[in-house]
């Protein structure tokens, strides 16, 4: 039996465990996808091969260690410096990114988006900005503090404090704000400003109305959740898991239904 894992803390909300082994199971695969509890990301490689795992996805807060424990790090991981998803061949650990794919399957549905604006500057910012650009998305950046931001330079960037607001295609809250609070991801009026006259509002956060999306609502700005997006990075880890021996819609059609249970 083929043995997969999440790594991250904390991992017990994950939806993974459940929408993988969904399609194991429906798909007679000799195979099983468990979740682990890491706190120190350092010891990722030596975990993943003491568990004789042969692949695995990263979720907060170790994306940026797992790109450093991997032997190699193909495609798009490669340019940001995050990993999500890793599997080993030929005894070496292989790294990429699938969260900035599955953003755009998630949002496919909205049309003529030229620009955005990208609320938080973590490791879900970098993956989207970097990958909206390749979209020629004009992209800019507001993120409550200054210091993560060096790493936007070829976009342009804001704190609270240096912000003018101005029109966005698309706002996207990539913020941990409203995860496990009631916060939102900036100052409430600048936020019904921006909703005012954005076409689109998405958020990361999934599982449930965050105090970002439900302003969204109020103003009638058509949303996202971060729910699909999780559908869609996982439907593309597990491809690469089970080398692409489905296509996109088949994996997808057996994952999703672990998130209607
Ligand atoms: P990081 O920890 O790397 O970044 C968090 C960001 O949120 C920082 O920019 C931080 O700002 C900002 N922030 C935190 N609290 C607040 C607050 N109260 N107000 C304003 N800004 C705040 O996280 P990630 O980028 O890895 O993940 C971000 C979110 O996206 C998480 O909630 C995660 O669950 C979700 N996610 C969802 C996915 C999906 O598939 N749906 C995939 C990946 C992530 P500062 O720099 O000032 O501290």
Same mark, same amino acid.
């Given at each position: 039996?083929k043995? %997969?894992? @999440?790594?991250?803390?904390?991992? $017990?909300?994950?939806? $993974?465990?459940?929408?993988?082994?969904?399609?194991?199971?429906?798909?007679?695969?000799?195979?099983?996808?468990?979740?682990?509890?890491?706190?120190?990301?350092?010891?990722?490689?030596?975990?993943?091969?003491?568990?004789?795992?042969?692949?695995?996805?990263?979720?907060?807060?170790?994306?940026?260690?797992?790109?450093?424990?991997c032997?190699?790090?193909?495609? %798009?991981?490669?340019?940001i410096?995050v &990993?999500?998803?890793? +599997? +080993?061949?030929?005894?070496?650990?292989?790294?990429?990114?699938?969260?900035?794919?599955?953003? +755009?399957?998630?949002?496919?549905?909205?049309?003529?988006?030229?620009?955005?604006l990208?609320?938080?500057?973590?490791?879900?910012?970098k993956?989207?900005?970097?990958?909206?650009?390749?979209?020629? @998305?004009? &992209?800019? &950046?507001?993120?409550?503090?200054?210091?993560?931001?060096?790493?936007?330079?070829?976009? =342009?960037?804001?704190?609270?404090?240096?912000?003018?607001?101005?029109?966005?295609? @698309?706002?996207?809250?990539?913020?941990?704000?409203?995860?496990?609070?009631?916060?939102?991801?900036?100052?409430?009026?600048?936020?019904?400003?921006?909703?005012?006259?954005?076409?689109?509002?998405?958020?990361?956060?999934?599982?449930?109305?965050?105090?970002?999306?439900k302003?969204?609502?109020?103003?009638?700005?058509?949303?996202? =959740?971060g729910?699909?997006?999780?559908?869609?990075q996982?439907?593309?880890?597990?491809?690469?898991?089970?080398?692409?021996?489905? $296509?996109?819609?088949?994996?997808?059609?057996?994952?999703?239904?672990?998130?209607?249970?």
């Amino acid at each position: 039996m083929k043995l %997969f894992a @999440i790594f991250g803390n904390p991992v $017990s909300h994950s939806k $993974s465990p459940l929408m993988h082994n969904m399609l194991f199971k429906n798909l007679n695969i000799n195979a099983c996808y468990t979740r682990v509890k890491l706190e120190d990301g350092t010891k990722l490689k030596e975990k993943f091969l003491a568990l004789g795992l042969s692949g695995a996805n990263i979720t907060v807060p170790h994306k940026e260690e797992a790109f450093l424990a991997c032997d190699e790090v193909v495609g %798009f991981a490669k340019q940001i410096g995050v &990993v999500n998803t890793m +599997i +080993i061949r030929n005894g070496k650990l292989i790294g990429y990114n699938t969260d900035a794919d599955g953003f +755009i399957y998630a949002i496919k549905d909205f049309k003529n988006i030229k620009s955005a604006l990208i609320l938080g500057a973590g490791g879900t910012a970098k993956a989207l900005a970097s990958r909206l650009k390749i979209d020629n @998305i004009k &992209v800019d &950046v507001l993120n409550r503090s200054g210091s993560k931001l060096s790493y936007f330079s070829e976009f =342009d960037t804001y704190t609270w404090e240096s912000f003018k607001p101005k029109t966005y295609d @698309i706002i996207i809250n990539t913020t941990s704000a409203g995860l496990n609070d009631d916060a939102l991801p900036a100052d409430k009026n600048l936020l019904k400003n921006l909703l005012n006259s954005a076409k689109y509002a998405t958020d990361a956060i999934y599982g449930k109305v965050t105090p970002f999306l439900k302003l969204a609502y109020e103003n009638g700005t058509p949303t996202k =959740d971060g729910l699909d997006m999780l559908l869609a990075q996982g439907v593309l880890a597990n491809m690469l898991f089970c080398n692409n021996a489905h $296509s996109y819609e088949t994996t997808k059609e057996h994952m999703q239904k672990a998130l209607e249970l």
